[in-house]
């Protein structure tokens, strides 16, 4: 904080801060912005330079130019893709400029894995419809109005090759193989391509060419974000701050949160599905998915720290995050709806919170026959012995009896088979 009362006595001394109340406001923006940028954060690299351009950007009026990176392989969102843009929109909400950058050029290379070759390059078609898909999520997000949208193909397919040579002599191939992926690939034998190595140096161009003051991303893209760093000193501009997001558990509480493993939070389903998810996240997590998945602010989340380090009981604390995310993507009647419908169905320990899902491939959205699904899922061993448990009331839905093969089913009711056997329900 010296830089800001630097900044408040030179202010002061050139009139834009004509008392000290003045200079002490100043003090509470930036402290508060700060706060805001490292709530949740697993780095924040430049964080001083960042600062002071934070103090810059509140006397001058001139946003900080925030820059994003879109991956065009991945359109299809959950609660883990959307922790940036839920910072994103932090940022938006101070009055930042947001700038998405759709790799469409870069694409074409594919981001370096440490797989046994680099990640399958995409054609230009299949870009643009992801890129279409995911901007129609992202905006449910972001507000469209005040965020921009650019293809790197914009600049970089305008390079020469005497720029991308220059561009080039920028690094060395010793920095290169710093890179884990290639560190390990190259140890490994695995032939690594010589245009991979252009991947991280075109991402750190599209830095210069929006000149911005602030990029995030994951922890993996760590490599890759400071290259900007360093290119745009070499091009001297002032250098990005690097805000790094930590990766996002799903609601078993211990695996990245993926699609493939089942244990995530879609930003598109529906608000019961989404509730009851929420409320599946182990207490562990609870304050990491308060400050990575929700808009609340540091002072509101130092309250529910404090609640929960009391010992009140966090069921509580979980419940008001089920309805804070819940509410961020539905309306105020559809949250209330689901929660409704999460307190009937699980109230009592009639059904427990944590249950095996049940995905069930279906055309239409609703679902008549449990048979062979139950069957398939190994909870009955044929279609007799559901209707046996049928009529001795011994399959019950979200609690209630349930008394025929034809009774509807849909995403997000949990199925009771016998006496201990619980799933929930996705149709897919």
């Avoid at 191939?173 to 034998?189: I, S, T």
């Avoid at 991303?217 to 002032?238: A, H, S, W």
């Avoid at 182990?282 to 308060?290: A, Q």
Wanted: net charge negative; with cysteine; proline share 4%.
């Amino acid at each position: 904080m010296e830089e800001i009362r630097g900044k408040e006595k030179s202010c002061e001394r050139e009139g834009m801060c004509k008392t000290s109340e003045e200079g002490a406001a100043l003090a509470r923006q930036v402290r508060h912005q700060m706060r805001v940028i490292r709530q949740g954060a697993a780095d924040l690299i430049g964080e001083e330079e960042l600062e002071e351009k934070v103090v810059e950007s509140i006397l001058s009026g001139r946003p900080l130019i925030i820059k994003f990176g879109m991956d065009p392989s991945a359109p299809d969102l959950h609660l883990g893709h959307a922790v940036a843009l839920r910072k994103l929109k932090h940022l938006q909400d101070l009055g930042h400029k947001i700038v998405i950058v759709i790799g469409d050029f870069t694409a074409a290379i594919g981001d370096p894995t440490a797989r046994s070759k680099g990640r399958r390059k995409m054609s230009s078609e299949e870009v643009l419809v992801n890129a279409k898909t995911y901007q129609e999520q992202v905006f449910r997000i972001l507000d469209k109005e005040k965020t921009q949208v650019r293809y790197n193909g914009e600049w970089l397919e305008l390079l020469t090759m005497t720029e991308a040579l220059e561009l080039a002599s920028t690094t060395t191939v010793a920095r290169m193989l710093e890179r884990d992926d290639f560190q390990n690939r190259f140890r490994g034998g695995v032939p690594i391509g010589l245009h991979e190595f252009f991947y991280p140096l075109l991402q750190a161009y599209d830095s210069v060419e929006l000149q911005a003051d602030l990029e995030l991303g994951g922890t993996d893209q760590t490599f890759n974000i400071l290259m900007g760093r360093t290119l745009q000193k070499e091009r001297g501009q002032k250098p990005q701050a690097a805000l790094f997001l930590p990766i996002l558990e799903g609601i078993d509480g211990k695996e990245k949160m993926s699609k493939s493993l089942g244990n995530y939070i879609g930003i598109c389903e529906d608000a019961r599905t989404m509730f009851t998810k929420v409320m599946q996240v182990p207490d562990k997590l609870i304050v990491k998915y308060f400050e990575l998945t929700t808009d609340i602010l540091p002072e509101e989340l130092d309250e529910i720290k404090e609640r929960l380090a009391d010992g009140c009981n966090p069921r509580d604390s979980k419940l008001l995050l089920a309805k804070s995310i819940t509410g961020l993507y539905h309306g105020e009647e559809e949250t209330g709806d689901a929660e409704r419908f999460f307190l009937e169905a699980f109230t009592n320990k009639a059904v427990p919170e944590q249950v095996d899902v049940l995905s069930v491939v279906m055309e239409s959205g609703t679902l008549y026959d449990c048979v062979r699904p139950l069957v398939n899922a190994g909870l009955v061993e044929s279609g007799s012995q559901l209707r046996r448990l049928l009529a001795q009331g011994g399959v019950k839905k979200n609690g209630a009896p349930v008394r025929a093969l034809e009774e509807p089913v849909q995403t997000g009711d949990v199925l009771k088979v016998g006496k201990r056997n619980f799933v929930r329900v996705e149709l897919c």
